[in-house]
């Protein structure tokens, strides 16, 4: 009995034995799964750790700068790539296309190839939709725009109550003044010092007193003219001086204002998307399959649908932003955009402006494949760099005004271009009173040979004696006088 119970006793030993061996090969397989497991899972990490960027070329959010891409979306990545450390490849979108979908289905552009899984994350300006959000995950906006309208200045503001200045700039009308005054205190002086427009100082009246002398020359530049005409050289000289000055300044007034009436047979006010679906005249259009496009091919406002309509009979798309902006330069078209965009092409083109009137707001994201858990990750970066004013800072960088005037100028006319006649006006100011002196001087010479007299002495007399302006009528008045006596 008792060697039974040893028997049975050794047998149960054996069993415990088998089963602690058992249970370390099993710990010992598991250990070396999760070590495998882990290995592949570092090895799979390390190699998602490069993420793949694709992006599309637009000022300012991404721009060739050697081999290389810079803007503002480049910057935003760079920022956000240090907050979630992962590093990344930047490719161009093959097609050079935001994405949009087929008849059947497909997406095209860059997020068609986030769904194709040819890229990791597409970031440029692309807008957060619905129907993008359906198949791509999307972050919190990183920038807040709109859809406005992008014309040149002339088709966006009205007729002012002085359009009849527009010929000339007002540096030209400043300068027509003062040639205006200059001309006619000098007819004035040169009237008063020559011997032959007032030879007799005691008892004959100057016939061009101030007065008379801005009469006479805002008559000569109405093309009226005002009697008396000067009788002197050097008044003369003055005076054809001044009829040419005019003739050349009315010819090129009335030629610019010919011109602009023209175009305004053409001109209308453009405020607002209202404006732009009441005229037949001005052109207007989109980038296509944008989701500006789809803005107004989805909206149930009748102003909306009326424009979207338009654009579609006249397919008056555009390729691409840049053509956009090259036809709102070139007049008689209006480029409807992203409001954001629009604010960059108004900051680097002096000739163009943006409506006030801006609708269906929203966002710029980045997108990912969807379901991808970085999206979150990326959403609370860009709300991060929101909050610490990193994107205000780099939309003041990027959007810097630099107003690069086109070589297309004003219509109207400047003061550089009449310099020449206002040259000859100068000249012929200056040569008439040279003229008067020079007539004076050999007057002064005679009396003082006739007199035995300096001829200084003289000359002094006769310049106290024309410039007293107090006293200049009153030689007249006495001898008026003496003759009723008589």
Known sequence: MRAFENQTATSWSLVRMQIRIIRM?????????????????????????????TTIKQEPYAMSKGAQLEGFCMDLLSEVAKKLGFNYKVQ???????????????????????????????????????????????????????????LRKDISEGTGFFEFLSPFTAETWVGILIAYLGTAACIFVVARLSPCEWSQTQSEQNRFSLLHSLWYTAG???LQGAGPHPKA?????????????????????????SSSKTSESTHL?????????NQDTIEYGCLAGSSTLAFFKNSNNPVYRRIYEHMERTKSFVS????????????????????????????????????????????????????????????????????????????????????????????????????????????????????AVLELTSKSRRRAAEQKKSCCTVLTEELSLRLRTSNANKPQENVDKDKEKA
């Open 92 to 150: 161009l979108v093959k097609d050079a296309s935001y994405g949009r979908q087929d008849e059947n289905g497909n997406w095209n552009g860059m997020i068609g190839e986030v769904v194709r899984g040819e890229a990791d994350l597409a970031i440029a300006p692309l807008t957060l939709t619905a129907a993008r959000e359906k198949v791509v995950g999307m972050t919190k906006p990183f920038m807040q725009t709109g859809i406005s309208i992008l």
């Open 220 to 222: 000569a530049l109405t």
């Open 233 to 257: 050289l050097s008044g003369r000289v003055i005076c054809c001086s001044w009829w040419l000055f005019t003739i050349v300044l009315l010819a090129c007034y009335f030629s610019n204002l």
């Open 320 to 435: 691409s932003m840049d053509e956009g902006v090259q036809r709102a330069k070139e007049g008689n078209f209006a480029f409807i955009g992203e409001s954001v965009s629009l604010d960059l092409a108004v900051a680097r083109h002096c000739e163009l402006v943006r409506a006030h009137e801006v609708i269906g707001m929203r966002g710029y994201s980045i997108a990912a494949s969807l379901g991808s858990p970085i999206i979150k990750n990326l959403s609370v970066a860009i709300l991060q760099l929101s909050e610490a004013g990193e994107l205000a800072y780099l939309r003041s960088k990027w959007w810097a005004s630099s107003c690069v005037a086109d070589k297309a100028k004003s219509s109207a006319v400047h003061q550089h271009s009449l310099k020449g006649m206002f040259l000859v006006l100068s000249l012929g100011l200056g040569l008439g009173a040279l003229l």
């Open 269 to 277: 006010t453009v405020k607002g998307f209202e404006d732009l679906a």
């Open 25 to 53: 090969l099993f710990g010992f397989f598991v250990l070396s799964v999760g070590v495998f497991l882990n290995i592949g899972v570092c090895t799979a990490a390390s190699v998602q750790s490069e993420m793949r960027i």
